[in-house]
């Protein structure tokens, strides 16, 4: 299954589709966070709607290819609670991280004046500490991970919602909320891609550290506490590594798991013969 994955085309198109993503949203973010040529600061407003248009955007664009993630957390996350298999989540990873240093060189080198790549980190404020801004990135980036799967819960229902548009304002909340005391990074590349450009490393680890598990227990916590599919069997499924798929369509059709599993192994039995 590996192998046909690696070769198969789609594989590739979504590989590239994080990488561009992420390099849009970087360049976006980054680009509404410099001053204008009177070098007065926009503070939060212009990044938090800055990021929730192009996450709208890149949603559109790219929503149908690769789940349009464009954030190492997000990835983590959908691996955590099994919505995405291994091989895939590395590249995902992978790609974003490359897609993000390049938004961030391309910018830089773009930008006339180089004294503002100040404004391209996020760093930790003088009048916090990390443990502080570590806070502040989880709770903003728990916020719009768990609309993420919310989201993605209500597509699975086939439900009319506006997804694109709740995604892009969870994170412009984030930025709102998070901008002036830890940056509200809640996304490890966007940090990863102006640190490698710059050479600014000071409290890097808030930025990865945060994200990850803000997104981690959204993750977690909408999969099997608040989802229409939760249940203690879905948790032990992904505990010990069973089919969750199974496990999830008893939950929500109200069968018994026995008879769920047989058809399963049924419908696998009648796919490999029409193999055959």
């Known amino acids: ?5 690696l070769r198969s085309r789609q594989f590739w198109s979504a590989m590239l589709a ?3 993503g992420t ?9 509404a966070s ?8 926009g503070g939060p407003l212009y990044p938090a709607v800055a990021v929730g248009a ?7 664009c790219f929503g149908e290819i690769s789940g349009a993630q464009v954030n190492p957390a997000v990835t983590l996350s959908l691996l955590a609670t099994r919505r995405l298999d291994v091989l895939r989540a590395l590249v995902y990873v992978a790609a ?20 503002t790549a100040d404004h391209f980190v996020n760093r930790v404020p003088a009048e916090l500490n990390a443990g502080q801004a570590l806070g502040v990135e989880v709770l903003c980036t728990f916020q719009m991970v768990f609309t993420v799967f919310s989201v993605e819960d209500q597509r699975r229902r086939e439900s009319p919602e506006p ?47 945060g994200p990850v598990l803000g997104a981690l227990l959204a993750g977690v916590s909408h999969e099997f506490f608040f989802a229409r599919s939760a249940s203690r069997h879905k948790l032990v499924a992904c505990l010990t590594c069973k089919d969750i798929d199974i496990v999830e369509t ?23 013969q029409e193999g055959n």
């Open 163 to 209: 997804g694109n548009l709740a995604i892009g304002l969870a994170h412009t909340a984030g930025v709102m909320i998070g901008a002036r005391f830890s940056g509200a990074s809640m996304n490890p590349a966007r940090s990863l891609g102006p640190a490698i450009v710059t050479g600014f490393w000071e409290n890097h680890w808030v930025y990865w550290i």
């Open 96 to 115: 974003q991280c490359l897609g993000a240093c390049l938004g961030a060189s391309a910018l830089y080198l773009a930008l006339p004046v180089r004294t």
């Open 23 to 31: 390099l849009l949203l970087v360049t976006a973010v980054l680009g």
């Open 250 to 272: 008893a939950s929500m059709t109200g069968s018994s798991l026995s008879t769920v599993t047989q058809s399963a192994l049924r419908a696998k039995q009648a796919t490999k």
């Open 1 to 5: 299954m590996t192998w046909r994955e």
């Open 18 to 20: 994080e990488l561009l």
């Open 54 to 60: 192009v996450i709208v955007a890149l949603g559109h």
């Open 34 to 41: 410099v001053p204008g040529p009177e070098e007065i600061p």
